[in-house]
């Protein structure tokens, strides 16, 4: 059979001493640029087009998707010690991550994100191997009704994520989509509340949002009741998992393998949303959601599987259609196009050893991670034996250069300081951040696909309900917002009786 | 464009972090230098700064890396070429860092049909006339894509369609409405008769597009070439044409008809060349133009031509001064007919 050949060059090429060495380079350097707060593998891949430029196409290719998958592996261990989370796919470990930290268990925590990684990554290359041709169908399901529904669904997460007051986490919400409506309308090309400042145009970047709100916030929070708290607890704990905490690991790990995966396919989602997607969902099945936000080992399992699985996910559309399923995959397009290689939908049949040569290596990369990384944790987490004020220096300064090198622009710089004081003000307030963040990143896609499907429908709003996806999808968001308050009325209820 | 496609250069933010100071220091020097040897020959003093407005990966940024790779390897320019991204405003935040470095001729940056249309919808206040034009390089056209199921066989039979039935037919394309990806369309399609306000256009972002237009949400996909010739070798989607003067040289891109020999006298430059800041001197013009010939006329530059699917394009700073003029009357005039304005 010619694919079994082709699994076969793959497996070679992988193997080779070139693919090997060059597959290490990848997730070292993705790892460490995944570990800096705001330094994302776009970047990166960005920096690597003129460097690979005489090389082996396929040997490149293993080394671009090492760096990106890479990243994505370290982008959790800021977001655990220092609540920086390190690319946008990792804001969602922050949740459950950094408490665990404060608890003393950052090495318990770091462990169970590899871990989590680890098997994320791996399940879902095995799914990637086995039906990406299948699966790029899926992709293309999804036009903008779809989106909008999965948006939807996405959002009625926001009182799970609410921290007490419901009504608070609803104020944070819309503050978020009101945030994000800033910037050039792309449905009509007007600018919206840019208040004739050119440096809002294409609005304000998720990663100034998210390292205000989390990283410079907490930092806020730690100079001012510097006096009251007792100086952390430098200790990093026990790597040791028990096997309670494996047990805990094994549900979200398995069925975030899965939806990670599916996520990653969809055009425009990616890692970020597949690992909010993943949180949000294990604290809706969990026994006990209440443990979540506070530490909890499947808040920590879960985003770190689903953002990980994204990611292979994302290749699906880029190895099988040409088409791009995130920001990350449209510069590794781009590379690929100097490259001479041409993604598109006759990639597999023209160069076979190059396709499952890039997928066999990411079997290895994600081996070589873990085991770069599980020794390395007790050295990485010491960085909490840093005295407190160096250590809030310190992230301080990561926060600005990642924010400076999203965009080389000051401004950015005065806005991630903005966005500080407000998640500063709102912790004081007891408004949570997470629905804020949430909202933010859903709520741009949701209104940009929701006036897509109505141009396209002429203005015809039925074009949500008679979509079986569309539809569906809209119909478990209904379930999950009114389940739970019938279950609430009833508990009232029974009390009361 | 769009925030997702972000984060520039993570590596190099410390050496970016570096270069600015030296910048700082070098703009004094050079500010008062320029002055007095504007007469006879010029050549730079410092290294050289190109700034791709746009994130890291786009077309500009390719454009920008690979001059300045070409500079470098085919030794025309022996000082050093550091390519810097500044993201923001679609563009309008790299031109505005240009415009202060008015007098210093060692920044310089890569721009396209949107230096034209940003200012014209009111989203930048420089334009191409607060800039020198250095030279344009390459060119590269749109191109208007179908479904391989779909109806119309040539752009007369769809555009005619729209004449008919405008509301049952979706454009759709990358970049919001009034910039290159509608207006190219728009431009072809009101010289083939057909109402600009009519247009049902869609812009969605982050890939998106040629989904769509798979999906079945989207009827016609306005796009660069390139994006289409993937697709339309896997017998996916079809292009119905191009707006390039000609019929385009390569494999595949040799059989996509051109909208002029379909009988619509129109076409659409994509564009693409570089501009230094303001007051330039004659001797620093010239010193550029001669450079960016000698890399255009290069083996090494055919090469990345050929890699992108570009088309050769080269002007020095007077046509294209002249040429930018055309371009911004024609582009001002769509943007009237289609009540886009400066808001």
Known sequence: ?497 | MKKSLVLSLSLFTVLGLAACGTENSGSNENGSASGSSGQENWTPQQSLEIVAPSGAGGGWDTTARMAAEGFESEGIIDKGIGVVNKEGGGGAIGWSYIAEKAGNPHHMFVSSPPLLLVPLNGQSQYGFEDFTPIANMISDYGAFAVRDDAKWDNLNELFDDMKDNPEDITVIGESSPGSMDHIQFVKIAKAAGVDPQSIKYVSAQDGSTMTNLLNGNADVYSSGVTETIEQVRAEEIRVLGVTAEERLEGDVVSEFPTAKEQGIDETFVNWRGFFGPPDMTEAQISYYEEKFKALSESEHWADTREKFAWNEMYMDSGEYTQFLKEEKESMQQLLNELNISGG
């Open chain 1, 1 to 497: 059979m010619g694919s079994l050949e082709g699994i076969l060059s793959g497996v070679q090429l992988a193997f080779s001493f070139q693919g090997l060495l060059f597959v290490f380079l990848g997730v070292v350097a993705g790892t460490l640029i995944g570990m800096m707060p705001g330094l994302g593998p776009i970047s990166a891949i960005a920096i690597m087009i003129p460097i690979t430029y005489n090389m082996d196409p396929a040997v490149a290719l293993v080394l671009m998707a090492g760096v990106y998958y890479g990243a994505v592996f370290g982008g959790s261990t800021s977001s655990i010690l220092l609540n920086a989370p390190g690319i946008s796919g990792t804001v969602a470990t922050t949740f459950d991550g950094y408490p665990m930290a404060q608890r003393g268990e950052a090495g318990k925590a770091l462990a169970i994100a590899a871990i989590s990684s680890f098997v994320g990554g791996t399940i879902s290359v095995i799914l990637l191997m086995l039906f990406a041709p299948v699966l790029s169908n899926i992709a293309i399901q999804f036009g903008p009704a779809e989106y909008f529904a999965l948006m939807v669904l996405g959002l009625t997460a926001i009182s799970s994520l609410a921290d007490g007051s419901t009504i608070k986490a609803l104020i944070s919400a819309v503050t978020g989509i009101m945030a994000v409506t800033i910037g050039i309308d792309s449905q009509t090309g007007t600018t919206r509340f840019t208040f004739g400042n050119p440096n809002l145009l294409e609005g304000i970047d998720f990663l100034v949002v998210a390292l205000g709100l989390f990283a410079i916030a907490e930092v806020c929070a730690l100079i001012i009741n510097r006096h009251e708290s007792p100086e952390r607890n430098g200790s990093i704990g026990s790597l040791k998992l028990t096997k309670k905490d494996l047990k805990d690991m094994s549900g979200p790990m398995g069925r975030q393998s899965f939806l990670g995966f599916i996520l990653g396919i969809l055009p425009g989602s990616g890692a970020t949303i597949g690992s909010f997607m993943g949180y949000i969902s294990e604290k809706k099945i969990a026994k006990n959601p209440e443990e979540f936000g506070k530490g909890s080992v499947k808040g920590v399992a879960a985003p770190e599987t689903a953002n990980n699985a994204a990611t292979s996910g994302a290749f699906v559309p880029l190895l099988s259609l040409g088409i791009p399923g995130s920001g990350t995959t449209a510069v590794l397009l781009g590379a690929l196009l100097v490259l001479d290689i041409q993604p598109g939908p006759l990639l597999v049949q023209d160069q076979p050893a190059l396709f499952w040569g890039v997928i066999i290596s990411m079997y290895i990369g994600n081996v070589f991670l873990l085991i770069l990384n599980l020794p390395l944790i007790p050295y990485i987490a010491k960085i909490l034996a840093i005295p407190r004020p160096m250590l809030i220096s310190m992230v301080i300064m990561f926060s600005m250069i990642g924010v400076y090198a999203i965009s080389f622009n000051t401004f950015d710089l005065y806005l991630l300081l903005i966005f500080g004081a407000i998640g500063y003000i709102m912790r004081l307030f007891k408004f949570p951040a997470a629905p804020f963040i949430l909202a933010f990143i859903l709520g741009g896609m949701m209104e940009e696909s929701f006036r897509q499907a109505m141009t396209i429908s002429n203005n015809d709003i039925t074009v949500f309900v008679t979509q079986p996806i569309a539809m569906s999808l809209l119909l478990i968001a209904l379930l999950s917002f009114i389940v739970p308050i019938v279950q609430n009325t009833r508990r009232k209820k029974a009390e009361q009786k």
